[in-house]
């Protein structure tokens, strides 16, 4: 199997079973960073990358598949989050009403609460990536993030901006 | 069509940051600006969207596009929403690579992994927020919340085999919302 291939097999598993944008994120982090195929340095840059650029969230996965694979990483990336999604066009037309019974409800929500507990655990390694060398600054930044993106009255890229400037300050 | 691409052109590349600021411009694109679909039908495919595995916004888009030209529209939204911002996110990765050896972007990355980390750690606490039902049966999602952290941080096991044992628990154990509660299913 090629390598685009097989990128393309992951991304295309990954987004199929995860909810939202950023759901793939444990999974993606577990495929390919623990395989040795990406680094966390190179997902965080995606993530604030991901923050930082136009389009939904879930384009982190684009900046990422461009890290590993260059521009025919990217549209690898591009093809492979786009197609899962559009299951809900043919799914809507033929089964509204399935998708509307309480069966369907418990599994979304089981599947959004474990991705919940994941995702914690994907963010909490994420600020803690040092281990124990993890700077007091890294933890502020860490806890500011978490109560700033809940309130939500701050734009994404500000909270990721403002990051990398107390970094370059405090983590040269 | 044509004007149906512009519109999805124009939602891609002048929303930054994804969630919201998207949601908002497809929002006054389609409904306020052209009207292909009423306030109450955009709101119903967003809530259906909600239910759609990966990127959200793709499956609203796919399903707006859909109501409006069949297949082509799928397409053409789709494409329209993603190409060109892919396009903009590819670009600035490989702008970013060209620094990326340098100390000085090696020390913002220093500080862009805890504040990624930490949207990431608010994400789940919304989701969580959004999904939990009401009642003593909030102790079941707590828990189930609680055992997918602990297997993947202190077992590093399948996140993809905790997401399919979850949603098989769900269509069976976590399905009723409490009927007093008076809340909506999602």
């Known amino acids: 199997m090629t390598h685009e291939l097989a990128l393309f097999l992951v991304l295309l598993k990954d987004s199929a079973l995860a909810l939202g944008g950023l759901g793939s994120l444990p999974l993606i982090r577990q495929d390919l960073v623990a395989t040795g195929i990406a680094t966390d340095a190179q997902v965080v840059q995606a993530l ?9 969230n879930g384009l982190w996965i684009v900046s990422l598949g461009y890290q590993i694979g260059g521009w025919s990483g990217a549209a690898i990336a591009v093809l ?13 037309a033929a089964g509204r009403r ?10 979304v929500r089981g599947a959004t609460l474990a991705t919940a507990g994941l995702l914690a ?21 860490g806890a500011v993030a978490i109560a700033l993106t809940y309130q939500g009255r701050i734009h994404p890229g500000v909270v990721v901006v403002g990051g990398a400037l107390i970094g370059m300050l405090l983590g040269r | 069509m044509r004007e149906l691409v ?9 929303s930054v940051g994804g969630g919201t600021s998207t949601l908002l411009l497809i929002r006054r694109y389609i409904v306020e600006r052209h009207g292909w679909l009423s306030h109450r039908e955009f709101t119903e495919a967003w809530a259906l969207s909600q239910l759609s595995p990966g990127i959200h916004l793709v499956a609203l888009a ?11 529209g799928v397409i053409a939204s789709v494409a329209g929403m993603m190409v060109p911002a892919a396009f903009v996110t590819a670009a600035m990765t490989a702008a970013y690579g060209l620094i990326a050896n340098e100390p000085l972007a090696r020390a913002a990355l220093s500080g862009m992994a805890p504040a990624t980390g930490g949207m990431t750690l608010a994400l789940a606490l919304i989701m969580a927020r959004d999904a939990r039902r009401h009642g003593p049966a909030v102790i079941v999602d707590a828990l189930v919340v609680i055992i997918a952290f602990a297997i993947l941080t202190f077992a590093s096991g399948s996140s993809v085999l905790v997401i399919a044992v979850a949603a098989l628990l769900g269509a069976f154990a976590l399905r009723r919302e409490r009927p007093e509660s008076g809340r909506a299913e999602e």
């Open chain 2, 6 to 14: 512009r519109a999805w052109i124009a939602i891609g590349t002048q």
């Open chain 1, 121 to 141: 655990s994907t963010g909490t390694s994420l600020i803690a990536q040092g281990g124990v060398t993890t700077a007091w600054w890294q933890l502020a930044i």
């Open chain 1, 80 to 92: 492979a989050t786009s197609l899962p999604p559009l299951v809900m066009v043919p799914a809507t």
């Open chain 2, 62 to 72: 796919g399903m707006i596009g859909q109501r409006i030209a069949g297949w082509r």
């Open chain 1, 98 to 107: 399935f998708l509307l019974t309480p069966a369907f409800a418990g599994i």
């Open chain 1, 48 to 56: 604030a990358i991901g923050r930082l650029s136009t389009g939904p």
